[in-house]
C-alpha cells in the first residue's frame, strides 16, 4: 500500500494508541524480571490537563519507554487525588448553582453529591493522558479515596496514635475562611503586600493619661485583652500596674510587662490579641490573659465584634478606622509594607486562629528521611534542592493533619460522654464501641453513645502513602506486589511539592517499609512564558495543550516540551518549540518515504561509497548512543533528545541517505537497501521515548509484524564498538565535501556538472571516504598534486588546499574582476581600520573592547586579503 503524502498525526495518534491498548502491553504483573517501577504523581481529580503536567507525564513517559526497551518489567501506576479542599468547593458551587446550601445536608447526602460529581467529572485528566501517549498501566488506576486506599489511610492514623505520634490539641493553626478549614504551614504562601499601619490611641484607665500602639489589623482590637510594655522601657514605667480602656469595646485590660516587646520597634507598646496572633498567643499564655476570639469562621465579624457583626473583616476594617478617626482616636496612619498569608488553594488571606486539631510528631520521624538524602540513599536530581530539603527536615514542624471539610477520610476518633475530652481512637466503629465498653467499664455502652470526629484528613495524608498503598502495602505488607515493585525507581514531581509531598513520603517509606519509595526524584523546572512568568489559566498565557496536540501532534508536542527543559530549570515555552518539534516529525516521515520510493536490484554490488557510509553510521550511532546512556543515567532528558535529535536529522537524514541513495531514476542494490532498513530500525528504538506514534508506525510499515514484534516491546540497542578514526575521517571528508558545495553555490556551477578536485596534500589523510567525496560533490576524479593549480579556484581543510578547475564552468574574465574588486574594497578598509589603530588618543581612550574590536577587524582584513590574493594569483596563471 501507497504511503500517505502527508503524516496525520491525528489518525496515526488513535491507530497505535488503540493498538497498544488492545494488545495490553501497558499492563505489568509480577514475573522473574527486574521491574522498573514509577507511581504517578496523582492529579487533582478536579483538574485538567495543563502545561505543567504536559511536561512532567512526558518525561515519566520517556523514562517508562525506554525501560520497556531495555528489557525491564515495566510498570507506571495512575491514579488521582480526591483533592479535598479543591473538590469540596466544586461540589459545593455546584449545589449552590442549583439552590442547595451545603449546611441543610447530612454528611452522608453531601458526600453522594461529592461521590456523584467525582464519577461524572473525575478522571478526565487521566483520558486527556492518553493523547499525549502515556504508557500508564490503567488497569492499576488509583484513587486516594478508593475504599482499600482510604482503609490504608485509617490504619496509618491508628498507628501513628498509638504509637503516640499523633495528639489532638488546641493549638494556634492557619485558617482559610473562604474553605473553612485548616491549613498546614507549607500550604501557605506568604506575600509581600503594601498595607498601612494604624497609630491607636488607648486611655489609661482612671487618668487623663493615653497610650499609643501601631497595628496593621486595627478590627482585631475588640478582641485586645492586654497592652504589653517592657520592664527596661523607662518611658513607661509610670504605666506599671494600670489598666487601658480598648477603644470601641470600652473594656479594661491590664498593662502588662514582658521583655518580649522591642522598645525600638513601633511605639514601645504592644497590643495582646491572644485569639488572633500566635506570638499574642504565647504571651497570654505565659500572662493568663483571656482570650477574645471576634472572627466566625467565614472571616466574618462574631458578636464579639459589636455593632461590626456579621460584616466581612477587610469591611469592617474600613469602617473601624472610620469610626476610630471620627472618635479621634487614629492618631495618624503609615503605609507598611507587610507580609500575609495567604491559602494555596483559594488565595484566600490566612487568619491565624485558635482550633481544637490533630497534629502528627513530626522530628522524629523526619531523622531517617533527612539521613536518606544527605546520604544519596534517595537522589534528588538536580541536587541543588538537597540543602534546601536539609533547611526544611531539620527544622521540620508538626503536621497540622485535620481539615474542617467533609470530602475525604473521617478521622476515625470517637467521643464519648459530655464533651470533646474524651475519646477512643480505632480503624471501626465497632473496634471503636469495644474500646470505649473497656476505658469505661460499661458493658451497656451502645454506638449510639459515640460521636465520629467530624473532620477530615489532609489529603496529603492519604498521599503521602502513595507508593506503598497503590500496591496495598499497608494493609497487606508482605503482598508479592509491594515486594516486588517496591521500593520504585524514579519519581518525577515539581520542586513545589518537595515538602508537601516527596519529604512525607519518604518519611512515610521508613516508617512502614524500613526503606525508601524511590531511588531517584527527578525535579522540573516551572513552565513559564517569554515574560517569565508561570504558566496559568488566571493570567491567559497558557495554551491549551489538547489544542497543541491537534495542531502539531502529540509527537511533536512531546519534543517542544523538551527541546529546552533541563532538570530543575524552568522551561520558558513558546509555541514555536512544538512547530519545531513537529518539524522534526515531518522529516522522519519524508526520510521514510525517500527510502520506500526506491527500486531495489539485487543483482547490483554494492557500491564502495555506500559501504564505508554505513561503516560509519554505525559507529556514529554507537558513539551518539554512548552519550545519549550517559544523559540519560545523570536524568539530562533535554540533552539526551537533542543527541537523538541531531543523530537523527543530521547524521542519518542529511548525511547518511545522501551517500546511499541512488542516482536519480536508478534502483539501490539490495544488501545497502535492508542494511537502511536495519539502521533506521535501530534509530526508531531510541525515537521511540521520546515520539512513541511516528516510530511505531514506521516500525510497522517496514514489514509486517506480529504483536510480540511491536516496537514497543522491541529491544533497546546494545553497545558496540565505536571506530573513532573512522568517525574521524569521515568529519575531514565532510569538510571537504562541504568546501565543493560552497564553490558549487557561490559560483553556480550546477550540481549535474562534474569537477575535478585537486588536493595539495599537506597532510596526508585516508583516502577511504574519496568515493563518497566523489558522490556528494559530482566530482569525476580526484588527484593529488604538489604544487598549485593554474585557473582554479580553492578552499582548504585545516592544512590541506583543494583545487577545483573551472575552466569553461565559469567567466574566468568575470571572476578575476569580481575578485579584484573584493581585494581593492578589503585593503581600502583595513587601511581605515590601521589608521583608527595608529591614533594614539583613541587607542588610550577607548574602552579596551571597543580596541579589541578594531584589532580582530584588522586581523580578519590581512587574512580575508591573503586568500583574495592567491585566488587571483591563480587564476592569473
Given at each position: 500500500m501507497a504511503l500517505a503524502l502527508t503524516y496525520d498525526s491525528q489518525k496515526v495518534e488513535e491507530k497505535w494508541y488503540s493498538y497498544w491498548m488492545e494488545n495490553n502491553y501497558f499492563h505489568s504483573e509480577v514475573d522473574g524480571r527486574t521491574p522498573y517501577t514509577i507511581v504517578i504523581p496523582p492529579p487533582n481529580v478536579t483538574g485538567v490537563l495543563h502545561m505543567g503536567h504536559m511536561l512532567n507525564n512526558t518525561i515519566q513517559d520517556v523514562l517508562i519507554r525506554r525501560a520497556r526497551l531495555q528489557g525491564f518489567n515495566a510498570c507506571w501506576v495512575p491514579g488521582t487525588d480526591h483533592a479535598s479542599i479543591a473538590t469540596e468547593a466544586k461540589v459545593v458551587a455546584k449545589l449552590k448553582a442549583e439552590g442547595i446550601d451545603k449546611n441543610d445536608l447530612s454528611r452522608e447526602e453531601f458526600l453522594a453529591h461529592a461521590w456523584d460529581w467525582t464519577h461524572k467529572h473525575g478522571g478526565i485528566i487521566l483520558e486527556q493522558l492518553k493523547k499525549l501517549g502515556a504508557s500508564c498501566d490503567w488497569e492499576r488506576t488509583k484513587f486516594t479515596m478508593d475504599d482499600n486506599m482510604s482503609a490504608s489511610v485509617i490504619k496509618v492514623f491508628v498507628d501513628l496514635y498509638e504509637k503516640g505520634l499523633i495528639y489532638r490539641g488546641y493549638r494556634m493553626v492557619n485558617w482559610d475562611p473562604e474553605a473553612k478549614t485548616t491549613l498546614s504551614e507549607e500550604e501557605v504562601i506568604y506575600q509581600e503586600k503594601q498595607g498601612n499601619l494604624y497609630y491607636l490611641s488607648y486611655q489609661v484607665e482612671g487618668t487623663e493619661d493615653t497610650v499609643t500602639i501601631a497595628t496593621t489589623r486595627p478590627e482585631t482590637i475588640l478582641g485586645d485583652t492586654a497592652i504589653c510594655i517592657n520592664p527596661n522601657d523607662a518611658r513607661f514605667s509610670h504605666l506599671r500596674g494600670k489598666k487601658a480602656i480598648v477603644p470601641l469595646a470600652n473594656r479594661s485590660i491590664p498593662i502588662i510587662e514582658d521583655d518580649y516587646v522591642d522598645v525600638e520597634f513601633g511605639t514601645g507598646c504592644l497590643k495582646v490579641t491572644p485569639a488572633h496572633d500566635i506570638n499574642d498567643k504565647a504571651l497570654g499564655d505565659k500572662h493568663n490573659l483571656e482570650v477574645i476570639d471576634i472572627l466566625n469562621d467565614d472571616g466574618t465579624l462574631n458578636s464579639y465584634g459589636l455593632h461590626y457583626a456579621g460584616k466581612d473583616r477587610f469591611v469592617a476594617r474600613k469602617e473601624i478606622v472610620k469610626e476610630l478617626e471620627d472618635l479621634g482616636i487614629l492618631i495618624k496612619t503609615e503605609s507598611h509594607l507587610n507580609k500575609v498569608g495567604t491559602s494555596e488553594r483559594t488565595g484566600a488571606v490566612i487568619e491565624p486562629k485558635l482550633s481544637d486539631q490533630w497534629f502528627l510528631n513530626m522530628k522524629d520521624l523526619a531523622q531517617p528521611a533527612l539521613d536518606a538524602v544527605l546520604n544519596k540513599e534517595v537522589n534528588l536530581v538536580p541536587d541543588k534542592f538537597v540543602n534546601t530539603y536539609k533547611h526544611w527536615m531539620e527544622n521540620v514542624r508538626d503536621w497540622n493533619i485535620s481539615r474542617q471539610l467533609l470530602w475525604g477520610q473521617q478521622i476515625p476518633a470517637y467521643f464519648y460522654g459530655d464533651g470533646k475530652e474524651d475519646f477512643v481512637v480505632a480503624e471501626t466503629a465497632e473496634a471503636a464501641l469495644e474500646k470505649a465498653k473497656k476505658v469505661l467499664g460499661n458493658e451497656n455502652l451502645n454506638a449510639g453513645d459515640l460521636i465520629q470526629d467530624t473532620d477530615a484528613l489532609d489529603t496529603w495524608f492519604s498521599s503521602w502513602l502513595w507508593p506503598i498503598s497503590v500496591f496495598n502495602g499497608i494493609l497487606e505488607p508482605e503482598n508479592k506486589e509491594i515486594n516486588y515493585y517496591y521500593p520504585t525507581n524514579d519519581l518525577v514531581t515539581a520542586p513545589e511539592i518537595l515538602f508537601f509531598w516527596v519529604a512525607r513520603m519518604i518519611i512515610a517509606g521508613y516508617e512502614y517499609r524500613g526503606e525508601k519509595p524511590f531511588n531517584n526524584v527527578y525535579l522540573t523546572g516551572i513552565v513559564r512564558d517569554k515574560q517569565r512568568r508561570k504558566m496559568s489559566k488566571s493570567l491567559g498565557n497558557s495554551p491549551d495543550p489538547l489544542e497543541l496536540i491537534n495542531q502539531y501532534g502529540a509527537d511533536g508536542v512531546r519534543v517542544g516540551m523538551l527541546l529546552s527543559s533541563p532538570a530543575g530549570n524552568d522551561l520558558?515555552?513558546?509555541?514555536?518549540?512544538?512547530?519545531?518539534?513537529?518539524?522534526?516529525?515531518?522529516?522522519?516521515?519524508?526520510?521514510?518515504?525517500?527510502?520506500?520510493?526506491?527500486?531495489?536490484?539485487?543483482?547490483?554490488?554494492?557500491?564502495?561509497?555506500?559501504?564505508?557510509?554505513?561503516?560509519?553510521?554505525?559507529?556514529?550511532?554507537?558513539?551518539?548512543?554512548?552519550?545519549?546512556?550517559?544523559?540519560?543515567?545523570?536524568?539530562?532528558?533535554?540533552?539526551?533528545?537533542?543527541?537523538?535529535?541531531?543523530?537523527?536529522?543530521?547524521?542519518?537524514?542529511?548525511?547518511?541517505?545522501?551517500?546511499?541513495?541512488?542516482?536519480?531514476?536508478?534502483?539501490?542494490?539490495?544488501?545497502?537497501?535492508?542494511?537502511?532498513?536495519?539502521?533506521?530500525?535501530?534509530?526508531?528504538?531510541?525515537?521511540?521515548?521520546?515520539?512513541?506514534?511516528?516510530?511505531?508506525?514506521?516500525?510497522?510499515?517496514?514489514?509486517?509484524?506480529?504483536?510480540?514484534?511491536?516496537?514497543?516491546?522491541?529491544?533497546?540497542?546494545?553497545?558496540?564498538?565505536?571506530?573513532?578514526?573512522?568517525?574521524?575521517?569521515?568529519?575531514?571528508?565532510?569538510?571537504?565535501?562541504?568546501?565543493?558545495?560552497?564553490?558549487?553555490?557561490?559560483?553556480?556551477?550546477?550540481?549535474?556538472?562534474?569537477?575535478?578536485l585537486s588536493i595539495l596534500n599537506a597532510e596526508k589523510v585516508s583516502e577511504r571516504f574519496n568515493s563518497v567525496i566523489k558522490k556528494l560533490g559530482n566530482i569525476s576524479e580526484i588527484s593529488y598534486i604538489n604544487k598549485p593549480v593554474a585557473g582554479a579556484l580553492?578552499?582548504?581543510?585545516?592544512?590541506?588546499?583543494?583545487?577545483?578547475?573551472?575552466?569553461?564552468?565559469?567567466?574566468?574574465?568575470?571572476?578575476?574582476?569580481?575578485?579584484?574588486?573584493?581585494?581593492?574594497?578589503?585593503?581600502?578598509?583595513?587601511?581605515?581600520?590601521?589608521?583608527?589603530?595608529?591614533?594614539?588618543?583613541?587607542?588610550?581612550?577607548?574602552p579596551v573592547d571597543v580596541v579589541a574590536v578594531e584589532k580582530t577587524k584588522q586581523a580578519d582584513a590581512v587574512a580575508k586579503i591573503e586568500v583574495l590574493e592567491a585566488s587571483l594569483a591563480s587564476l592569473k596563471q
Open positions: 520558558m515555552f513558546e509555541e514555536d518549540l512544538c512547530k519545531q518539534g513537529s518539524g522534526f516529525i515531518n522529516k522522519i516521515w519524508n526520510s521514510f518515504k525517500l527510502i520506500k520510493s526506491w527500486n531495489v536490484d539485487a543483482s547490483i554490488e554494492q557500491p564502495g561509497s555506500s559501504k564505508i557510509a554505513i561503516a560509519w553510521y554505525r559507529s556514529q550511532f554507537q558513539k551518539s548512543l554512548s552519550e545519549i546512556e550517559d544523559h540519560y543515567s545523570k536524568y539530562r532528558i533535554s540533552d539526551a533528545l537533542m543527541g537523538t535529535y541531531k543523530l537523527v536529522w543530521d547524521d542519518y537524514c542529511s548525511w547518511l541517505l545522501e551517500m546511499v541513495k541512488p542516482p536519480f531514476g536508478e534502483a539501490i542494490d539490495k544488501k545497502t537497501y535492508e542494511e537502511v532498513n536495519a539502521i533506521l530500525e535501530e534509530n526508531l528504538k531510541i525515537l521511540h521515548p521520546f515520539t512513541p506514534f511516528i516510530s511505531e508506525h514506521i516500525w510497522q510499515e517496514l514489514k509486517e509484524r506480529s504483536r510480540e514484534e511491536a516496537l514497543i516491546i522491541s529491544k533497546w540497542p546494545e553497545a558496540a564498538e565505536i571506530d573513532q578514526k573512522l568517525i574521524d575521517d569521515f568529519s575531514f571528508a565532510s569538510e571537504i565535501i562541504g568546501g565543493v558545495r560552497n564553490i558549487r553555490k557561490s559560483k553556480n556551477i550546477s550540481f549535474k556538472e562534474k569537477i575535478n580553492s578552499f582548504r581543510v585545516k592544512s590541506n588546499e583543494y583545487f577545483i578547475p573551472i575552466e569553461g564552468a565559469v567567466d574566468i574574465e568575470a571572476e578575476r574582476i569580481k575578485l579584484q574588486e573584493e581585494l581593492d574594497y578589503t585593503r581600502g578598509f583595513l587601511k581605515s581600520v590601521e589608521k583608527k589603530l595608529a591614533n594614539e588618543r583613541f587607542v588610550n581612550n577607548a
